[in-house]
């Protein structure tokens, strides 16, 4: 079945660590993007990418970087520098938009919970 | 700036009453809506949206939304609710024709269904 795979669901970082989060998709999707869900403040972007070996920060991308070397990959890393990390990070894609196609529906994978300890 | 808002973070309804969930969106050029659901434990589902047509769009489970270009709302409905329609919703708006996919979501509204 084809879909977006995080990993992991769970994950627990000490004070001063990086940690990095999965996202892979076998959609075939050009773009990949990532947001933060928090109580009361709804999704929120982070960082996302059209095309590979490209990316753009999102509303909220201090504290976080990515990369996208493969067109089925897009992995977040939350740096030491992220003030907050604790939240539920969401992954998703959906095929890349342009002047001739209307919108396309993003996807959505299920989460990866972040605890800070 | 390009901006969702939705204007109830939380409901309380009795099952059988009606629905209507705000969203007004802030957004330059053509703008693709839509209505998302989190039930409790569960992923982000999709319930509908809007790309170009008839304003009044049907989805999942009964729901239905109402794109007024003039008021810049997108209103998600549902005649009568059940307990099981219990769950966090979020509209979204996405631009069209650009260089971008970037959806902006609403910071969400929390339906509580008492049965």
């Known amino acids: 079945d084809g879909g977006i795979t995080q990993s992991p669901k769970y994950l627990f970082r000490k004070e001063g660590q990086n940690v990095t989060l999965s996202c892979e998709q076998n959609l075939n999707h050009d773009a990949m993007y990532w947001y933060r869900q928090d109580p009361g403040q709804g999704l929120r972007l982070i960082y996302y990418s059209q095309i590979v070996n490209d990316f753009q920060k999102g509303d909220i991308a201090e504290g976080y970087s990515v990369s996208r070397e493969k067109k089925e990959s897009f992995p977040l890393t939350v740096t030491s520098a992220q003030k907050n990390p604790t939240a539920f990070y969401l992954c998703?894609?959906?095929?890349?938009?342009?002047?001739?196609?209307?919108?396309?529906?993003?996807?959505f994978g299920e989460g990866s919970w972040l605890t800070v300890v | 700036a390009q901006s969702v808002s939705q204007h109830n973070h939380h409901v309380i309804l009795s099952e059988a009453a009606s629905l209507e969930l705000g969203c007004n969106y802030s957004y330059g050029g053509t703008v693709n809506l839509f209505w998302y659901v989190q039930y409790p434990g569960q992923h982000l589902q999709l319930l509908l949206k809007y790309f170009s047509g008839d304003p009044l769009v049907k989805g999942i489970k009964g729901f239905e939304a109402e794109f007024i270009k003039s008021k810049f709302s997108f209103n998600l409905r549902k005649p009568s609710v059940q307990w099981s329609d219990t769950a966090e919703y979020f509209c979204?708006?996405?631009?069209?024709?650009?260089?971008?996919?970037?959806?902006?979501f609403g910071t969400g509204t929390l339906l509580a269904v008492q049965p």
């Open positions: 998703a894609s959906s095929r890349r938009t342009n002047y001739l196609s209307s919108g396309n529906t993003i996807y």
């Open positions: 979204a708006a996405q631009g069209y024709g650009g260089a971008t996919n970037k959806l902006i």
